[in-house]
């Protein structure tokens, strides 16, 4: 079955009712002269993302019969919550398979919604493995997290909702794991407005879809490592390679320091939660990855993330922005040496917060210390401020 305008419509009228309609909001962080950027609030859906939009059409596709022999998926979470909450609303059985190293949060999320969970593999395409085993098994429908037309027409919707809202903009960007979200979205838009530009955004350590467009057909990659768990997929659908080709204008990537750069920006300027998948458009941006100039669009593509891992990225955000500094220091081990330290580091302006002296590694001479700094700083110019007034005072900074 081929994607058609007329199958994205008419998805956009199912979903009344059942998805929220996110609304676009003005991110001035990121805005300038020349371009005016807006974030597509996904995050903000009942399930965290925008994956009930597919799950739900696919699911109301099904004949009644079909339905009553139940569904089943594979996930890395954010497709499992979208299945769980259609399946409920159609009464629908749901079975889902979620690599083992799935965040929690997910995990407990899709149970809560009434699915039966199985935890399987390592990463997405060890859990998709596993999920046909058991669909042949059970005669259960696949429901496909992107390489299917009907959960493609379904998260198009949200292209249609982006030109509903913003006719004028210029450049809409979109995260892609396997291509589900890219393939509906620059569809339903270059259907409609071929003008609009669409770029897709995707961690470099599970590029798959740009290393397949780029060998001009499907490859797998041989890991999909990122800490965006929602698009860490080895290997793009046929469908979504085809419809990526056709429509998507540019892929860009971006590491996982970028990443984490995006998600604390939005935290902090934004007021939003985003996940590592969700904060790829963002991270794009910020890093200049293409031309931003005029009405620019980020699709938040969700905000399922757990309360670990948001600590762990906002230390990790802190340091690779220079807000803090672990600074190890060799001195005189002799009075007044820390408190002179403490002195320098307040006189630049910046805010001490941890402190570890050792004077007991064996490969200090007798008379020195090691003295280890976590410090405060407004960024990495001030940081390297800090250290200058150190050495300056005799002090080796490492």
Do not use: W
Not at 20 to 43: C, M, N, P, W
Not at 183 to 201: W, Y
Not at 224 to 252: N, Q, W
Not at 280 to 290: E, G, L, W, Y
Request: net charge negative; hydrophobic share 45%.
């Amino acid at each position: 079955m081929a994607l058609t305008l007329g199958m994205i419509l008419e998805a956009r009228e199912r979903l009344k009712g059942v998805a929220q309609r996110t609304g676009l909001v003005h991110f001035k962080a990121l805005s300038d002269e020349d371009s005016q950027i807006y974030l597509k609030t996904e995050d903000l859906q009942s399930t965290g993302s925008f994956k009930l939009r597919g799950a739900y059409i696919k699911i109301a596709s099904l004949t009644p019969e079909e339905r009553a022999c139940g569904v089943i998926a594979s996930s890395a979470g954010n497709h499992a919550q979208g299945v769980a909450l259609a399946a409920r609303a159609f009464d629908t059985p749901a079975t889902i398979v979620m690599p083992e190293g799935a965040p929690l949060s997910k995990v407990k999320a899709t149970r809560e919604l009434g699915a039966n969970v199985v935890l399987h593999g390592n990463v997405y395409d060890d859990a998709y493995a596993e999920a046909c085993r058991l669909q042949a098994e059970t005669g259960a429908t696949f429901i496909h997290p992107f390489d299917d037309p009907m959960v493609i027409a379904g998260q198009g919707t949200i292209g249609l909702e982006i030109m509903d809202d913003m006719p004028d903009v210029r450049t809409i960007v979109v995260p892609i794991g396997g291509g589900g979200l890219a393939s509906g979205v620059s569809a339903a838009v270059k259907m409609l407005h071929p003008d609009v530009r669409v770029v897709g955004v995707q961690a470099s350590g599970a590029a798959g879809m740009k290393a397949s467009i780029e060998a001009g057909h499907v490859v797998e990659l041989d890991s999909a490592k990122t800490i965006a768990d929602g698009i860490a997929v080895k290997k793009p659908g046929e469908l979504t390679f085809e419809l990526c080709s056709r429509y998507v204008d540019e892929i860009v990537t971006v590491d996982d320091d970028e990443i984490a750069q995006a998600i604390l920006l939005l935290m902090e300027r934004g007021k939003m939660v985003a996940e590592g998948a969700g904060a790829t458009a963002v991270a794009a941006i910020m890093s200049r990855k293409f031309d931003v100039s005029g009405k620019v669009v980020a699709v938040i593509s969700g905000g399922n993330i757990d309360v670990t891992m948001i600590s762990r990225i906002i230390e990790k955000g802190l340091l690779r922005a220079g807000r803090v500094s672990k600074l190890r220091i060799l001195m005189q081990d002799r009075p007044g040496q820390l408190e002179q330290v403490s002195r320098l580091i307040a006189g630049a302006g910046a805010n001490v917060m941890a402190v570890h002296h050792d004077r007991t590694d064996v490969d200090l001479d007798i008379r020195d210390a090691i003295l280890e700094i976590t410090m405060e700083t407004q960024d990495r110019e001030h940081a390297q401020r800090v250290i200058k007034a150190l050495r300056e005072a005799g002090f080796k900074v490492n």
